[in-house]
């Protein structure tokens, strides 16, 4: 294939880039000089061009709206002050503010208005859509963070100019109903169902010119009506410009105002972020004095961004960007597109002027020339009046600014540098010159190396440990980022992913996966992943410490400000707040909290929150509803906070420090303040893992000066412990020959004399016993198994009958002890009447050290015994003549320089096997019968869907009904790994069902609540599959 | 599904036999696809193209990321043109077949998307024996709903290549349809 334009194709482009027709005569003129044929033909080729046509103008949807699960477009402005989405509802936890709901779908209420939904958070606040019950009218109701609203200056500035912007009346404005101060202050807007200008863009890429002029002509219009109000926007931004879903899709702007509340509150208070300073104008960026002609320049930057896709003033860090808008002519937009036509890109430069007095004067004037264009572009489709286009005689030379201005805002540059730079791994940074490079974000140390391929071909195999970025040409490049290894890669790819990945097929995220990078004109990122913060240090005791009392990087908080860090304490600041831990999360264990609470109020510590999924939480403090420390409480959306355990004393002491313990195994809580247990409770639903957070009511000082974790392993199924970690309960000693047993630290440790301790239960036939277990190098112990407790044996006595009890008996000693001939995991056969020859079992190997910890197991099934050492098994055999099918279990102390420890002893008992059931041959006659009915009718539904007359969806769901039969069959017949295997089939074909409903949804053919059913159908097999797997495990010996 | 999956790859690193192989598999299944829809809805109801190569896309791939798919699309733009032109042929043949209902139409073949279509087709083919490339980019535009950046991915160019090759060729196309 030839890319190369021929000459009638070359001169033909740079001619419909004309667009008045002198122009276009005079370039033919001159590159056709004299051919005549090839000039007819380029003329017809414009006529062509310019000449609407019912077939090759249908408008083509992009490939943006095809499914790309896999490749995630996250948006890389975060500080969109009404995004569509809310990444993470844990914010709702700290949703304090609201009142109780008035109605059974709200949140909560805020004065007359039920909110119904967080629409969005910005830097200002949360923005909610709401329904006003008075006016009986659905609205958006924007709150002020509670971090600027503390801010007095923010605060005042906040409420003036809101309540000036709600003096303007106009269509190209977001009408500001109302504003309110209390219980923070909140203004409430007209509710804008839509997107914002920078969603659309992130959709679908630059606009053409007639868009721009629309779009760039309504907020004109919107801005001259503020304008007449003496009022400025500050920052305009294509997040700050709704576009209506209607069918007018107008235009408004939204956030009058509200730049400069924020920009008083960030310099007053490190760490806020106040937005992207790409659509500044220069005299904001210098921090000079601004008039309503600052807006006009940033509707040139809006304009320009949505002809070219790009911000016309990016560069690799803020403070690089205030300086390059206040210095450098932004790159012509039509070498970014060439097909911006030259008017368009005049009456951006105008407006891109350095200096205020060569723009254009004011937004009124803007909007008649957009609106003249917008006129002359529907009659015509193109421009043919230039009369109020500008010249392009702007200075392009940079302009020298103040310089030392720059001193004050590049402290907050560098600040907010910080804050954002940590989202993006990687980005394409910028492009020069038709390259891009690909910078990566070193802050996260679990990324160790980024390889580019193009094809099959390696470009860059960059170290992420050191700084690095790769230039890239425009094009596409696979893009494969190794992590390291021990990284937790559910949450990272929950963050890929997002909140609403409800997809039947998860895509696993692993470190050798290839992810698509896409490098494109007018950059667009496809690739972008989360900082995760560095894992915590796990202590040699096995407590995590959660809180390092330096800072919080490894926390988030909501609102920003809610908690601080004061003399090495965590402390609230006095306002409804929560905080959660993002690493790690928390399991099964242990986790304790030292507090205080200072003053009237209420806290929670909570564990196991999982995104929108609650886990349990104990509640500290006196509630105005009846709760007190030490209740186990749980939070859902319907009904808040709810005591679900109470507690049984009353344990709170304010103003002094306390300790707080919740002990958590598989679904079961046990609290336990200040040693004391409280409250246990079984929960029928709760996360398995999860953060663990602290939340602080309003008006309530809570400070904290540890918080840690222990994480105990899952418990398995069917084990019991042996040994409790307190006392010998469940444990006896023998009267003649006690031993001296005593725990100490939950540890059981065997002494002299000479002795045995033995379990109560006498039963233990088949089992499978686990004990960690300790000796020194002096000693010889040994457990024994299938005992029998009786009086006619002594330990003193050497040799003879009776030596030790009946039974059997494993060894306990290191090689070489004194009294022992056997090492550690031999075992003894005791039977009743001594026998010299009765015979014991030596290990394979003899490999344990004194004085370390070593987990002995014994697994005793009928007369078949085997002995495994750490996990190895040492000894298997099966006794030709058994002792004893049953017995108790002992430890024992044999040599008075003995010092054995147990720190666990469990058990699990196995089942006798018995003998497998027999399927039913009337049952299975019957199911066979069903089988070939439900194959007959997807035979005809084939036959259908081969003849067009059937969709390709009731074939699957007749495959699927033959799965189901097939499934009853295999149960019934115990053939559990076909079973198994069907219904991992039936799991798919779900899935593919549900990808074809999808589809039907997308085309509008059927309901999208279709998709709960299906959805409902995939978990169903889900469960089915399960079921099977348990069925074929427990059928195997 | 593995087996496109295989293909797709191997055409894409090149292996032209590959790619033959892909096209009548990806052309049947649009075709069942198209032959399910037309049963469901009211005759005379035009296709949407581009729904159809998606859904055959979600059929054969899935909805795993696969970095090669815009050989699927190249392969599925050439099969919906195909599956078009000839269901146009065949509403023309039953049209004027027979003469049973044989109406005296006044000359406006503009007027019938059907005949455009073929005339479209007809350009199309002469288009791509004077510049493949265009001809390319209209097929991946017009039967598989690609937008210009997955054009130019498909086809290894650049944005703005694909972006005028699409001038250049609509033109063209439109000068050739109505002259």
Known sequence: ?1037 | MAEISRLIDAAAAGDRRAAGELLPLVYDELRAIAAARMAQERPGQTLDATALVHEAYLRLIGDQAFANRGHFFAAAAEAMRRILVDAARRKKRERHGGGRERVDLPDVPARDPDERLLALDEALTRLANEDELAAKVVELRQFAGQGHEAIAETLGITVYLARQKWTYARAWLRDAMTS
Request: aromatic content about 6%.
């Open chain 1, 1 to 1037: 294939m030839s890319a190369k334009p021929n000459p009638a194709e070359a001169i033909f482009l740079a001619a419909a880039d004309i667009a008045d027709p002198a122009g276009r005569a005079a370039l033919l003129d001159e590159r056709c000089a004299g051919d005549a044929e090839l000039r007819r033909r380029i003329e017809l080729l414009l006529k062509a061009h310019d000449a609407p046509d019912s077939l090759l103008d249908q408008p083509v949807p992009t490939a943006e709206e095809m499914p790309t699960r896999a490749m995630p477009v996250e948006q890389s402005d975060s500080t969109q002050a009404y995004g569509r989405t809310v990444e993470d509802d844990e914010e709702l936890d700290a949703l304090a503010f609201l009142a109780p709901p008035g109605r059974p779908d709200s949140l909560g209420r805020i004065g007359q208005y039920d909110v119904l939904e967080v629409l969005g958070k910005g830097a200002f606040g949360i923005v909610f859509r709401a329904f006003d019950d008075k006016l009986q009218r659905v609205v958006a109701v924007k709150v002020l963070a509670p971090s600027l609203a503390t801010t007095s200056p923010a605060r005042k500035r906040f409420l003036r100019e809101a309540r000036s912007s709600a003096a303007i009346r106009h269509e190209n404005v977001v009408q500001v109903h109302d504003v309110h101060e209390q219980p923070l202050p909140h203004l409430v807007m007209e509710f804008i169902p839509g997107e914002t200008l920078q969603q659309r863009l992130d959709r679908t890429g630059p606009l053409d010119a007639a868009e721009v002029v629309r779009i760039g002509r309504q907020i004109a219009e919107g801005l001259a009506a503020a304008h007449a109000t003496g009022l400025i926007h500050r920052d305009i931004k294509p997040s700050n410009i709704l576009v209506d879903s209607g069918p007018a899709a107008t235009v408004k702007i939204t956030d009058f105002g509200l730049a400069r509340a924020a920009d008083d509150a960030s310099l007053t208070r490190s760490g806020v972020v106040a937005g992207t300073p790409m659509y500044m104008a220069p005299e904001q960026a210098k921090g000079e004095a601004l008039d309503h002609r600052a807006d006009l320049f940033s509707l040139g930057s809006v304009m320009y961004v949505m002809a070219t896709g790009r911000p016309p003033f990016r560069a690799s860090s803020t403070f690089a960007v205030l300086k390059r808008v206040a210095e450098d002519a932004p790159r012509p937009m039509r070498e970014i597109i060439p097909e911006v036509p030259e008017w368009l890109a005049r009456i951006v430069e105008k407006l891109h002027a350095k200096d205020a007095d060569e723009r254009f004067q004011s937004a009124r004037e803007v909007s008649d020339v957009l609106a003249d264009c917008e006129a002359q572009l529907k009659a015509s489709s193109k421009l043919m009046d230039y009369s109020r286009i500008p010249n392009s005689e702007i200075r392009r030379s940079a302009r020298i600014g103040r310089k030392w201005k720059w001193v004050a805002v590049a402290v907050i540059a560098v600040v907010l540098v910080s804050v954002a730079a940590a989202r993006l791994i990687p980005s394409v940074s910028r492009f020069i010159d038709n390259r891009a490079e690909l910078a990566f974000d070193l802050s996260d140390p679990d990324f160790e190396r980024a390889i580019v391929y193009s094809g099959e071909d390696v470009v860059a195999d960059v170290d992420l440990r050191t700084p690095a970025t790769i230039p890239l040409v425009p094009g596409s490049f696979k893009l494969e980022v190794r992590i390291r290894e021990n990284r937790d890669l559910q949450e990272w790819q929950y963050n890929r992913y997002g909140l609403n990945h409800g997809s039947s097929a998860e895509p696993l995220l692993n470190s050798n996966t290839t992810y698509r990078l896409d490098v494109v004109r007018g950059e667009r990122v496809v690739y972008t992943a989360k900082l995760k913060p560095p894992v915590p240090v796990v202590a040699s005791d096995g407590w995590v410490s959660l809180f390092n009392g330096k800072d919080l990087n490894n926390w988030e908080q909501f609102p920003a400000d809610g908690w601080k860090i004061e003399n090495g304490l965590l402390v609230s600041n006095g306002i409804s707040s929560s905080i959660s831990c993002r690493k790690p999360l928390f399991g099964d264990g242990i986790c304790r909290l030292e507090y205080k609470l200072v003053g009237k109020a209420t806290g929670s510590f909570n564990l196991r929150s999982w995104k929108s999924k609650r886990g349990g939480a104990v509640f500290l403090g006196i509630g105005n509803k009846g709760e007190k420390t030490g209740d186990i409480t749980t939070w859902d959306q319907q009904s808040g906070t709810r005591i679900i355990a109470q507690a049984n004393a009353d344990v709170h002491r304010g103003d002094e420090w306390q300790v707080a313990e919740a002990m958590l195994r598989g679904n079961e809580m046990i609290v336990k303040i200040d040693g004391v247990e409280t409250a246990r409770h079984t929960f029928a639903d709760i996360p398995a893992r999860g953060n663990v957070g602290l939340h602080a009511t309003a008006g309530v000082k809570m400070y904290v000066r540890k918080l840690e974790i222990k994480e105990l392993p899952a418990e398995e199924p069917g084990w019991s412990p042996l040994f409790n970690g307190k006392d010998l309960t469940g444990w006896k000693t023998h009267p003649e020959q006690p031993g001296g047993w005593t725990v100490e630290n939950g540890v059981l440790v065997g002494r002299k004399p000479s002795g045995y301790l033995f379990s109560e239960r006498g039963d233990y036939g088949d089992f499978h016993l686990r004990a960690e277990v300790k000796i020194n190098a002096a000693g010889n112990s040994g457990l024994g198994f299938r005992s029998e407790y009786g009086f006619n044996f002594d330990i003193r006595q050497k040799g003879g009958n009776g030596f030790c009890p009946i039974g059997y008996e494993t060894e306990l000693a290191v090689k070489g002890a004194a009294g022992t001939t056997f090492p550690t995991g031999s075992v003894y056969r005791n039977p009743r009447v001594w026998d010299p020859k009765a015979g014991s079992v030596r290990p394979k190997s003899d490999e344990v050290k004194a004085d370390q910890w070593i987990t002995l197991e014994v697994i005793a099934r009928g007369d078949r015994f085997t002995i495994l050492v750490d996990g190895k098994t040492v000894v298997d055999f099966t006794d030709p003549t058994p002792i004893a099918r049953a017995g108790h279990l002992n430890l024992q102390v044999l040599t008075p320089t003995t010092v054995v420890q147990f720190r666990k002893i469990e058990i699990k008992e196995l089942p006798v096997a018995t003998a497998q059931p027999v399927p039913d041959p009337e049952i299975v006659k019957a199911l066979e019968a069903k089988l070939a009915a439900a194959e007959t009718a997807l035979a005809k539904a084939e036959a259908r869907f081969r003849a067009a007359a059937a969709p390709k969806t009731e074939v699957l769901a007749h495959e699927l009904a033959v799965i189901d039969v097939k499934i009853e069959l295999a149960d019934e017949q115990k053939r559990y790994a076909d079973m198994v295997k069907l219904a991992e089939q039936a799991v798919t074909k779900h899935g593919d069902q549900r990808d074809m409903l999808a589809v039907l949804v997308k085309l509008g053919r059927i309901p999208s609540s279709d998709l709960n059913r299906a959805d409902a159908a995939i978990a169903d097999a889900k469960l089915r599959l399960a079921k099977a797997k348990k069925k074929l495990s427990e059928a195997k010996p």
